[in-house]
């Protein structure tokens, strides 16, 4: 390829008979070297662009593979934790039913001993209520006898 500075010294031989004007030769050379000298630079700074593009669009690439990957892991560590949080739930909720379990136990015995209790208080007060009752009649049968003599 031709650069500007090719064109510009580029010389041509002369002849004698039937040749082009010289002046018009150099004129037409000096626009076509300012028309491509535009071009040419237009083209280099094309390629630096494409070259600038090109290794913006790789690092975009790994970027957009390096985010994949890390959305990936994170998918993987949300459901992992998404799945021990789950079984502590699980535990949590079997230990608070061990427990309640326990306490209900507990609780029947509790109203087990206190009925016994009651049961055992209420015997005790008939067996009161009885030897009152029965103080009482020896009491009267006694004020009877007093008030016979």
Do not use: C
């Not at 650069?3 to 000096?30: A, C, H, R, W």
């Not at 300012?34 to 090109?54: G, M, T």
């Not at 290794?55 to 993987?76: C, D, I, P």
């Amino acid at each position: 390829m031709y650069t500007p500075l090719d064109i510009e010294n580029k010389k041509f031989s002369k002849q004698m008979m039937n040749g082009y004007s010289v002046e018009e030769v150099d004129n037409f050379l000096d626009e076509l070297t300012v028309d491509y000298e535009k071009l040419y630079k237009q083209s280099n700074e094309s390629r630096a662009k494409i070259e600038e593009l090109e290794s913006n669009l790789v690092k975009y690439k790994n970027l957009e593979t390096t985010l994949q990957n890390t959305l990936v892991m994170a998918q993987g560590t949300a459901d992992e934790i998404k799945k021990v949080a789950q079984q502590q739930a699980e535990q949590i909720v079997k230990d608070a039913q061990g427990t309640a379990r326990e306490q209900v136990m507990e609780l029947e015995q509790q109203i087990t001993m206190k009925t016994k209790e009651l049961e055992d208080l209420k015997k005790q007060f008939d067996v009161y209520k009885a030897k009152m009752e029965s103080l009482l009649i020896s009491q009267l049968e006694l004020l009877k006898e007093v008030n016979k003599d």
